[in-house]
């Protein structure tokens, strides 16, 4: 038995680019606008992996669909002894081909890292990449 030489599944087809520039569409049609800020490393700390002062200077308006649109998910506003923390997290989708229009490729970025930060106007909020 062989397989149907009419259907190749391995390469990049047209039926790929459709469903590519289907999910485009419906990100247009049904996502928001919001400002992608990507974080500048000041000076990271080789122990921790991590970096205490970031910069955020530019801003690209980027279409993400908000995939959890009835409520902010997460623990809410959680008090301790340590101050109050706010837990909320909203998870939108953004398509690999618009991030990868919208934002310069001399920026060096491929995809949305940790820690870079998503500014909805629609509600005057902003939220870290986790």
């Known amino acids: 038995m062989s397989t149907n030489f009419y259907f190749n599944n391995f390469t990049n087809s047209q039926e790929q680019i459709l469903i590519e520039n289907l999910v485009l569409e419906s990100i247009k049609i049904y996502g928001h606008d919001v400002f992608y800020c990507p974080r500048k490393v000041q000076h990271k700390d080789d122990i921790y992996e991590e970096d205490a002062i970031s910069e955020y200077n530019t801003s690209y308006e980027i279409d993400m669909y908000i995939r959890s649109y009835e409520s902010y998910e997460g623990d809410g506003q959680f008090l301790s002894k340590f101050g109050l923390e706010i837990r909320n997290q909203v998870t939108v989708i953004v398509s690999k081909r618009a991030f990868a229009q919208r ?13 870079d930060l998503i500014y909805f106007p629609l509600n005057n909020k902003c939220f870290q990449i986790k």
């Open 103 to 115: 934002v310069p490729t001399t920026s060096n970025l491929s995809r949305p890292n940790e820690g």
